[in-house]
């Protein structure tokens, strides 16, 4: 479910034209007796990035880091967020690497574009495509241009 969430929020990033400098990642978990549950939440600084594999990876730090400290109960609700947004325009790639990457993730975004939600992913993603289905967030309607993971459009 994280995986799909930051899958998401990388995709509508690009759209508006938005570099990432901060993962955040919060999980509520369940315990047997109580009423409302513990939780966890931490940070990550992440380089000036848009590309959805090298914030996977940032994601899969925390996770673990989270398991580590986990009260083995099960999860309730799981939140990731991309923070301290930057422009795109506010500063060049150095690297041909860098280029090769956005231009990738844009390609991404335009097939799925085209051919529908998922018609290209992340391998870390493939039994994850059906979850996470579009909602209305609490700051703006999503952007009904963007495919969703149930295919279903608006």
Known sequence: MALRLLARATQRMRSLEYFATLLSLHVRFARAGEHGGGGWGDWSPVARTDDTAELNRALGVMWDQMLACSPGTGMLQVGVRLEGLEPVGTQMPLFEGERNRRALMRA???????????????????????TAPRRIPFGAPPDASLPDSDGSGW
Do not use: Q
């Open 108 to 130: 991404v975004d335009a097939i799925n574009r085209r051919g529908g939600a998922n018609t290209v992913y992340l391998g870390s993603m493939h039994g994850e495509r059906k």
